[in-house]
Every structure is written in structure tokens, then in C-alpha cells.
């Protein structure tokens, strides 16, 4: 029934103003079954993957229409699409019914005889106020907060905005999709006996690393914002407790806030990495270099799988989390189970591995204490492995040195169990904000990945790179020494070769370069 109030297909949702982590719970939960996402352009991107795998996400920029004439080609859109069984999650930015058009939209499902949630978002307002640490109201200053919009339908019926109670109203002034007409809107407002005294601000992109913000009177905002070239969307807030803001918000005082940092993990590993950056304020751009895939065949795993049953190995040694996965997640799609492990004992490279051994309430017997790389392992694993039998689960290419080095004292053979492949396409975006000069900080996560991503510069970005403009941050000193030979500086090296390892080393980096 795709009428059963107690059972809607269809959500508005508020995205909230940009930071992913913004959106409520409710607004996760419904995403997480979708069939169709109709979002805004401007929602963060990353909210898409909340949604199954299966679900259409369609951009409305995408659907036919220009601005205005778009509504009702996204009201046919969500009409079908619910009409049709599907679950339907129509996701806008901030809080749909704040200047978001979100009551037009319940209208059209109501006239057509569809159930419906709205979940509401923290609108862009409410992030300034926090990420600027502007309190909205004060018990001195404002006891009270209006949304306006700088931004009026011209063909609106009836009253247009009354400025003169606008500088009348008694409290904070927060000024939607007013930028373009600010001019227009400080005359007004002044005209109607508003101080050119009066505190007032610009955010642009408020929550997330791009925030900029400037502050000034009412007199002189105009000339501030043209002189920061602060351009639309931006909010606008207007008011004495604009001037009782902290001098250094929170988020701007985040080790990385502006700082532009590239990413070039895996795609499906990236996540963890672009929110923990997020988080220290960086803006984050993704360019996987290499993609992790099933293998096509799995004779060799089941092969090996096989030997492990009949106890033909003493260890198994594991050099990253996508071998443990691929290798358990083989396991269990021939049907068998853990059990078939028997007593073999398990080597992991780092806590990363490690982990994903625990995500199989498995644990590792040996994991190096500080040096997670191949070298790190072939020494802490070296006494015990003695005269044993060594199954090493890695990738369908990599480094030899673990084999090499384990087999002078013990049993050993290999066997692939993911395949590593380089990923198709550079991303033609953000090799452009290399060569523009857009992207500080090059994180390095492993030698294949150095290699595949540096093979992609070219002589612009090379350059940029030659004068320390764009810096490579390598995990360990080896994939520090695979940048310098492809003739590439390094910028520093992680002195624990771990995620957090390398992001500690950016943080350092331009902790350094700011005091310079
Ligand atoms: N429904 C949205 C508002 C949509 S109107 C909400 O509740 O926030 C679009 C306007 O919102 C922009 O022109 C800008 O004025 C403001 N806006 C949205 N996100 C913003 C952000 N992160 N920082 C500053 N202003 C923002």
C-alpha cells in the first residue's frame, strides 16, 4: 500500500548544511533502504553511499527544466516513482521546509494520494551558529531569531518582504540566498533605522573545511565581502550577538581546517580516512590509484583453504585487511566455516590486519610492535615460524621480501587472494586541481599506490611538486623510497606506518608550514 500512513515510501529529508555527519539518524535509517535518492546539488556527495547499493541516486540538476520550471518535473518524478512501490527518499540540503520548497513537494504526494515523512535538517543557519560559534540568541543581546530569505519569488502574490519590520525585529537576523542582492538588502534595512553599527557576518559553506567567513558592521559588509571575494550561497546573519562570536571558533581552530589534502586509497577503504581528515577541518578530494577486486578464479584459495582443513600449515600470515576479508569471505561462501581453521596461527602486518582478523573474533598471534611493513613482520615473526609451515594470504602483486625472507627459516608459499588492479581513470577533476595548484597534501598509502598515482602527473603537477606547492606525505620509508626513485621529493614520511601514521605526518607537515 503505498498510501498506508503508517508505512510511507516516500521521505523528504533534510541533508543538513554540508558536513555529512550532520544528518540525523532518522534521515541514515531511510537512506539506508531507498530504491531512488532525488537530491540537491548541493548535498554532500557522501551521504549517497548510505543508500543500497541498488538505489538509483539521481541529481535533480539532472532532471529536465530550468530552476523554477525543474519543480514539477521532481514532483512527477517522486509521484511515479512511490506510485510504482519504489521507496523513495528525496534529499535536500539543510531542513527541507526552511526555504527548501519541501512543503510544494508533500503537496503534490498529498494530491496524489501518497503517505509521507519529513525528517528535518539542521539548516544552514543553525551550522553557522555552531561552526562559527555565533550564539544565535543571548540572554543580553537577542532573545529571539528570524529566517528571512534575500531572495523573493518576483512573481510572489500579496506582500513582499516588509523591511521595515525586518530592522524593526528585536533579534538575530539570519539572511538566506542573500548575497546576490546584499547591496539591495543593507540599503533597505538601513533606510528603516537599522545601525550601520549593528555586527553582522558572512559564511559561506558553514561545516565543513571550505567554511569562509567575514565579519563586519552593517555599514561595511558590502565592501568586506567584495574585498574577501565571498561570493553566493552564503548566509548572511545580522545582529549584536554576531559581535559576541569566540575569536577562534572550534572548527576553524582543527589542525587542518582549509587544507586541501588528496586521498588516494581504495575507494571502498577511503571512508574512514576522508572522515577522520574531515573531522581535523581538511577538504578532502578521493583518486583511488588502485582498486581491490574479487579474484576471477579461486581455484588457488580453495586449494589453500583445502590444506588448511587437513592442518598442512602451522601459520598464516596475513599483509593487509582486504586479504583477511577476501580469504574468510571465501570460506564461507564454499559453504565451510571457521572451524576449518583448526589450530593454525595467525600473523597480521599491523593493527589494521589485525583488526579484521578481530572482526572474525580471530586473533592475531603475532603482530609487529612498530614497524608495519614487510621487513617488520619478517623480523617479529622469524623465531617462531622456525622450521614451520608458512601460508602467506596477500595480493595478486606486491613486494617479495616477506616470502624471501621467511623462507631462509621456514616452509613457504604464497597464495593470491584479492586482486589488486589500477583503477581505470585518473579522475580527470582532480588531476585538474593538481595542475591548478588546488591540492596541498598527497597522501601516500603504499608503494603500488605512490607508483600508480605519481605515473598519472604530468609535467605541470611534477612542477608544482618540484617547488614544494603539492607535497607527498609517503606511510613508511619505503613507500618513501619508491617516490624518490620516480624522482619525486618526499615531503615526510609517517613515523608509524599506519592510516592514522600518515595522517598524523600531515597534521606535523602543516603544523610546520604554518609557523614558517
Ligand atoms: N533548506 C536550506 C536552505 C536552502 S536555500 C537550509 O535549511 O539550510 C539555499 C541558501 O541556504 C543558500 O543560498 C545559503 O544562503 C544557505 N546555505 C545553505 N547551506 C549553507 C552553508 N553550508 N553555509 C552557508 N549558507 C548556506
Not at 93 to 102: A, E, K, N, Y
Not at 233 to 256: D, K, N, Y
Not at 302 to 322: H, I, M, P, Y
Request: aromatic letters at 6%; charged letters at 25%; glycine letters at 10%.
Amino acid at each position: 500500500m503505498q498510501n498506508d500512513p503508517a508505512n510511507p515510501f516516500v521521505f523528504l529529508v533534510g541533508a543538513g548544511p554540508g558536513s555529512p555527519g550532520l544528518l540525523t539518524v532518522r534521515g541514515a535509517e531511510v537512506l539506508g533502504r531507498a530504491d531512488l535518492v532525488l537530491y540537491d546539488q548541493l548535498v554532500p556527495e557522501r551521504l549517497l553511499d548510505l543508500a543500497p547499493p541498488h538505489a538509483e541516486r539521481i541529481c535533480v540538476r539532472d532532471l529536465p527544466g530550468t530552476h523554477p520550471d525543474k519543480y514539477p518535473h521532481i514532483h512527477k518524478k517522486l509521484v511515479e516513482a512511490a506510485t510504482a512501490g519504489k521507496t523513495v527518499v528525496r534529499l535536500k540540503g539543510g531542513d527541507p521546509l526552511i526555504f527548501g520548497r519541501g512543503g510544494e513537494e508533500a503537496e503534490s504526494l498529498r494530491a496524489a494520494g501518497l503517505a509521507y515523512e519529513i525528517v528535518p535538517g539542521v539548516t544552514a543557519a543553525l551550522a553557522a551558529g555552531a561552526y562559527l560559534e555565533i550564539p544565535l540568541t543571548h540572554r543580553m543581546y537577542s532573545s529571539s531569531i528570524a529566517f528571512i530569505t534575500g531572495h523573493e519569488l518576483p512573481t510572489k502574490p500579496g506582500n513582499k518582504l516588509d523591511w521595515k519590520a525586518v530592522a524593526a525585529f528585536p533579534g538575530t537576523l539570519a539572511i538566506y540566498m542573500g548575497i546576490a542582492r546584499l547591496p539591495v538588502i543593507v540599503a533597505e534595512l538601513l533606510k528603516y533605522g537599522k545601525s550601520p553599527d549593528t555586527p553582522a557576518a558572512i559564511v559561506e559553506r558553514a561545516s565543513v573545511g571550505e567554511q569562509r567567513s567575514v565579519f563586519a558592521t552593517l555599514g561595511t559588509l558590502e565592501e568586506t565581502r567584495r574585498h574577501a571575494g565571498l561570493e553566493a550561497p552564503g548566509l548572511v546573519l545580522i545582529g549584536e550577538t554576531v559581535a559576541q562570536r569566540a575569536s577562534h571558533p572550534w572548527f576553524e581552530s582543527r589542525p587542518l581546517f582549509g587544507q586541501r589534502v588528496l586521498v588516494t586509497r581504495p575507494s571502498h577503504q577511503a571512508g574512514g580516512m576522508v572522515r577522520k581528515l574531515e573531522h581535523l577541518g581538511a577538504v578532502v578530494s578521493k583518486m583511488p590509484a588502485v582498486e581491490i577486486r574479487d579474484l576471477a578464479d579461486f581455484t588457488l584459495v580453495d586449494a589453500a583453504l583445502g590444506q588448511l582443513r587437513r592442518g598442512e600449515w602451522d601459520w598464516l600470515v596475513f599483509t593487509s585487511a582486504n586479504g583477511v576479508h577476501a580469504m574468510l569471505r571465501r570460506l564461507d561462501a564454499i559453504g565451510r566455516d571457521l572451524r576449518d581453521l583448526g589450530s593454525v596461527k595467525f600473523a597480521a602486518i599491523g593493527p589494521k590486519t589485525a583488526d579484521a582478523l578481530r572482526e572474525y573474533r580471530l586473533r592475531a598471534d603475532v603482530v609487529p610492535a612498530d614497524t608495519f611493513s614487510s621487513e617488520g613482520l619478517a623480523n617479529a615473526l622469524k623465531p617462531y615460524v622456525r622450521g614451520n609451515r608458512v601460508l602467506l594470504a596477500r595480493a595478486n602483486r606486491g613486494r617479495a621480501e616477506l616470502q624471501d625472507e621467511l623462507a631462509k627459516v621456514a616452509t613457504i608459499d604464497q597464495v593470491a587472494v584479492y586482486d589488486q588492479v589500477d583503477a581505470i581513470t585518473p579522475i580527470a577533476t582532480v588531476l585538474d586541481a593538481l595542475r591548478r595548484g588546488e591540492i596541498r597534501y598527497v597522501t601516500l598509502p603504499s608503494p603500488n599506490i605512490a607508483r600508480g598515482i605519481l605515473s598519472g602527473f604530468d609535467e605541470t603537477i611534477r612542477g608544482r611538486v618540484e617547488r614544494g606547492e603539492i607535497r607527498l606525505v609517503a606511510i613508511s620509508p619505503i613507500t618513501g623510497d619508491a617516490v624518490r626513485a620516480l624522482g619525486f621529493p618526499v615531503a615526510a614520511e609517517a613515523t608509524t606506518f599506519t592510516e592514522d601514521g600518515l595522517i598524523a605526518a600531515v597534521v606535523h607537515l602543516a603544523g610546520e608550514e604554518c609557523k614558517k
